[in-house]
């Protein structure tokens, strides 16, 4: 769900604080905390899940795999955070 949200909310500012309050409820279900997160920052999740059960969010998981396994340093746990390339 996080790659979906990156790419449809598109701005770091605003998505990165939506996967921040889901990572932080790592002991609910990631459906749930989407829920609860959409709710407290006013973020629209229906597109979202909609594009996580779809084809594009697919190609998109495996386009973001593929940059993860291309990381210099590797990455050694999650989340591993990246800025514009950058650990």
Not at 25 to 37: F, G, I, L, V
Not at 66 to 83: C, D
Request: with cysteine; glycine share 4%.
């Amino acid at each position: 769900m996080n790659t979906r949200a990156m790419h449809l909310i598109g701005n770091k500012t605003a998505y990165f604080p939506f996967i921040h309050c889901i990572e932080a409820h790592q002991r609910t279900q990631p459906a749930d905390a989407a829920k609860k997160c959409a709710k407290k920052m006013h973020v629209d999740l229906d597109p979202i899940s909609a594009c996580a059960s779809g084809k594009q969010g697919a190609n998109w998981e495996h386009e973001m795999a593929t940059l993860t396994a291309a990381l210099y340093p590797p990455h050694t746990y999650a989340p591993w955070i990246t800025f514009d390339g950058v650990f």
